[in-house]
């Protein structure tokens, strides 16, 4: 069972990575090119939103007790 800060910190963890997926291609064609400044606060954004939503909304997928 996971708490709410922990279901909150795995979905802003997951939408990282999944923002990260998504900047990586738009910024270069080959994986040296990577404005890697940009994936990372892109990602980072992505992050604190995700948070954010779950601090105003909740997180479905943690455990009620």
């Given at each position: 069972?996971?708490?709410?800060?922990?279901?909150?910190?795995?979905?802003?963890?997951?939408t990282a990575?999944?923002?990260?997926?998504?900047?990586?291609?738009?910024?270069?064609?080959l994986l040296?090119?990577?404005?890697?400044?940009?994936?990372?606060?892109?990602?980072?954004?992505?992050?604190?939103?995700?948070?954010?939503?779950?601090?105003?909304?909740?997180?479905?997928?943690?455990?009620?007790?």
């Open positions: 069972p996971m708490t709410i800060v922990q279901a909150a910190f795995t979905r802003a963890a997951r990575a999944q923002a990260a997926l998504g900047a990586i291609p738009s910024t270069a064609v040296d090119a990577v404005d890697w400044a940009i994936v990372a606060s892109t990602s980072g954004l992505a992050a604190v939103l995700s948070l954010l939503t779950a601090v105003a909304f909740g997180v479905p997928e943690a455990t009620k007790d």
